[in-house]
Nanobody
Framework: QVQLVESGGGLVQAGGSLRLSCAAS????????RGWYRQAPGKQRELVAR???????NYADSVKGRFTISRDNAKNTVYLQMNSLKPEDTGVYYC??????????WGQGTQVTVSS
């Protein structure tokens, strides 16, 4: 099993930036993709960004042009650079790791709060 540890959340004002990090406990065997999801109060969890080992990425329409997902394979870490933050970006952000023929691993979540 792989453990994911997230960091970088916090309180920022609208228009500000945050960089989230998610470090895995080790190399993730049979990795399919790594992604960031978020859940706002009273709403369902939604995909924010996702990246596959070849480097293919996809983003929620609401964050395109503002957020960037990246990875450092040597550190087993995935990042989410969030710029031009809006109050509607507020929520708990979760990192995951999808694996072929294995259950998806999830981090504990990190709170991001964007004030007006």
């Amino acid at each position: 099993q792989v453990q994911l540890v997230e960091s970088g959340g916090g309180l920022v004002q609208a228009g500000g930036s945050l960089r989230l990090s998610c470090a895995a406990s080790g190399i993730i065997v049979n990795l399919k993709a790594r992604g960031w999801y978020r859940q706002a109060p009273g709403k369902q969890r939604e995909l924010v960004a996702r990246i596959t080992p070849p480097g293919n990425t996809n983003y929620a329409d609401s964050v395109k042009g503002r957020f960037t997902i990246s990875r450092d394979n040597a550190k087993n870490t995935v990042y989410l650079q969030m710029n031009s933050l809006k109050p509607e970006d507020t929520g708990v952000y979760y990192c995951n790791a999808e694996r072929f023929l294995h259950p998806t691993s999830w981090g504990q979540g990190t709170q991001v709060t964007v004030s007006s």
